[in-house]
């Protein structure tokens, strides 16, 4: 397993404002949501890097999505990865864009202690609110 510094050097994260999202890539996990809001943020946050870990068929819609929108920069596809929690552990916020869950298991497994103080939790509560939730650190 990576430690964390590898992990930021891999995905070149110095400087920037990293979010993380760990799901199957299905169309129920809201992704183009999530890639629509990071359209929107990018011109508050110029800085923000979005990591999409995980597999699934809606990955080729995904990447046409955010290669359309000129986001490549701000977005990447991750794929899956044996080191979720490392990956976890080296964002700033983790964001699940779920339409179905209300409390996803990745948001239990973030809460549960992963021994970093740097890591917030953002919750993206439903497709008709679209709110973004937080808790403190």
């Known amino acids: ?27 129920e996990k809201g992704h183009i ?10 011109n508050k946050i110029p800085h923000l890097l979005l990591l999409i870990i995980g597999e699934g068929p809606e990955r080729i819609n995904l990447e046409q999505l955010v290669h359309d929108n ?23 916020i983790v964001a699940q864009s779920t339409l179905q869950e209300a409390f996803s298991q990745v948001m239990a497994l973030s809460c549960s202690g992963l021994g970093s103080d740097t890591i917030q939790i953002a919750i993206f509560a439903s497709m008709a609110t679209r709110q973004v939730m937080s808790l403190p650190r």
């Not at 964390?4 to 760990?22: C, L, P, Q, T, Y």
């Not at 949501?33 to 990018?42: D, Q, T």
């Open 70 to 92: 000129k986001l490549d920069e701000y977005i990447k596809l991750v794929g899956w990865r044996k080191d979720p929690m490392t990956i976890m552990k080296a964002t700033d």
């Open 33 to 42: 949501y999530l890639i629509e809001v990071i359209k929107k943020l990018i």
């Open 1 to 27: 397993a990576q430690d964390i510094a590898s992990v930021r050097k891999e995905f070149n994260m110095e400087g920037r404002f990293v979010i993380g999202n760990f799901s199957r890539l299905h169309e």
